[in-house]
Antibody
């Protein structure tokens, strides 16, 4: 069974940094694209980033470009979302999801909460 | 960016009803439109991909269709567990975008 587990959320001051983790089981991080999607309190879903397993590169939403980066630790089968220069508007639940592109985001983690205040 | 206009934003329904939710894309996205269900405090769950293909394990009362840039999610014989928020998402091109969601309430 494929499972994704996010961690690393918390309370951070504006301008601060935080690193979120997306630990995977049932799949190998090197073989699948992973997207990050966030949801501000009481709001809808917003795509943040997609990491391409084949090219080891990421695309980012304009709202986070230049502030967020993604890295991968193959030995831990984990993907990381490094967030810096955080703003109040980054406050959200952050989900990682196994992204099969044409076929949608098939498996989601339970989310981790980030509050910037 | 591709905009998705989802309607209605909310609706009231009863068990056994047929419910229809619409998502209109701002440009052609072929059939690259997915539907998700989200319940309070839970992660979204993929229901339908490429407009009309049911994800494994999803009940057959859910269906999706496409007409040009208009997409429809239909729930037949609404069940108590179907009361949730539904989102459309386009996978035609990045940035991926979502509709604003439709909350199905009792």
């Amino acid at each position: 069974e494929v499972q994704l587990l996010e961690s690393g959320g918390g309370l951070v001051q504006p301008g601060g940094s935080l690193r979120l983790s997306c630990a995977m089981s049932g799949i190998t991080v090197t073989n699948y694209d992973i997207s990050w999607v966030r949801q501000a309190p009481g709001k809808g879903l917003e795509w943040v980033s997609t990491f391409s397993a084949s090219s080891s590169t990421s695309t980012f939403a304009d709202s986070v470009k230049g502030r967020f980066t993604v890295s991968r630790d193959d030995s831990k089968n984990t993907l990381y979302l490094q967030m810096s220069s955080l703003r109040a508007e980054d406050t959200a639940i952050y989900y990682c999801a196994k992204d099969e592109w044409d076929y949608g985001m098939v498996v989601w983690g339970q989310g981790t909460t980030v509050k910037v205040s | 960016d591709i905009q998705l206009t989802q309607s209605p934003s909310s609706l009231s329904a009863s068990v056994g009803d047929r419910v229809t939710i619409t998502c209109r894309a701002s440009q052609s996205i072929a059939s690259y439109l997915n539907w998700y269900q989200q319940k309070p405090g839970k992660a979204p769950k993929l229901l339908i991909y490429v407009a009309s293909t049911l994800q494994s394990g999803v009940p057959s009362r859910f269906s999706g269709s496409r007409s040009g840039t208009d997409f429809t999610l239909t729930i037949n014989n609404l069940q108590p567990e179907d009361f949730a928020t539904y989102y459309c998402q386009q996978s035609y091109g990045t940035p991926w975008t979502f509709g604003r969601g439709t909350t199905v309430e009792i």
